[in-house]
C-alpha cells in the first residue's frame, strides 16, 4: 500500500492537531456561504497543489456528539444519509484506530462517477471526536474502468460537544476529482456543492 508512490503512515498527535487548527482557524479562509447555519469557506490551492481545500460547519442542536460520530463513522450505515454513494466497505484494519476502505460516488451527469481508496483515522478527545483520511494505493484494488480513481489529499470531520445535546460539525476536504475536468471549473463548482 503506498500514496502516491510515497510511504504510507497513520496519522499522529500532532496531524490531528493539526487538523483541528484547520478547523477552527479562520485566518486565510475565504467566507463562500453563509446560509441557514451552515457556513463555507474556501482556502486557495497551495503552491503545491492545484484544487482549493473547502471547509464547512454546521451547528446541530438536537444531535449529541457521539450520536453523529457514531453516524459518520459507521461504514455500512453512510448508504443511509450519503445519497450519493454508490458504495462502500472496509478493506482492512491497520490499527485500533486506523483501517482502510473504498468509497464510490455519484457524480452529476454528463460526469463519470468517481471512487476512492483511503487510509481513515480517528481519534475521540472527551466529547470531541475527529476522523480524517488521505488517498492511498492498494494492489488488491486498482482503478476501475467504470470510474475514475479521484484523490483525496485530505478529507476530515471535527464533531465538537455543545452541551450533551447538541454540537457543532465541520467539514473539511481537498479532493482532486482527477477526470478532464478543468482546476477551476473544480474550484468553483466545490463551493456551491459543499453546502449540499
Known amino acids: 500500500m503506498s500514496r502516491g508512490g510515497e510511504m504510507v503512515y497513520i496519522p499522529d498527535d500532532s496531524d490531528f492537531s493539526s487538523f483541528r487548527d484547520q478547523c477552527e482557524s479562520l485566518e486565510g479562509w475565504h467566507s463562500q456561504y453563509n ?10 490551492p497551495g503552491e503545491s497543489r492545484t484544487v482549493q481545500k473547502i471547509k464547512l460547519r454546521i451547528a ?14 459507521d461504514t455500512h450505515y453512510r448508504k443511509k444519509w450519503d445519497s450519493n454513494v454508490i458504495e462502500t466497505y472496509d478493506i482492512g484494519r491497520l490499527t485500533a484506530n486506523a483501517d482502510v476502505g473504498y ?59 455543545n452541551g ?3 454540537c457543532t460539525l465541520y467539514y473539511l476536504t481537498q479532493v482532486d476529482p482527477r477526470g478532464s475536468l478543468p482546476k477551476w471549473v473544480v474550484n468553483k463548482v466545490s463551493q456551491f456543492v459543499a453546502p449540499k
Open 35 to 44: 446560509k441557514g447555519g451552515v457556513m463555507v469557506w474556501s482556502q486557495a
Open 60 to 73: 446541530c442542536k438536537d444531535v449529541p456528539a457521539a450520536t453523529l460520530y457514531d453516524v459518520l463513522h
Open 103 to 161: 468509497y464510490a460516488w455519484k457524480c452529476p451527469s454528463p460526469l463519470k462517477n468517481r471512487d476512492f481508496v483511503t487510509l481513515r483515522s480517528w481519534l475521540p478527545l472527551g466529547n470531541d471526536y475527529m476522523i480524517i483520511n488521505y488517498s492511498v494505493k492498494h494492489p488488491k484494488y486498482p482503478p476501475r474502468k467504470d470510474f475514475v480513481r479521484a484523490v483525496s489529499l485530505q478529507t476530515g470531520y471535527l464533531v465538537k460537544a
Open 164 to 166: 450533551p445535546h447538541g
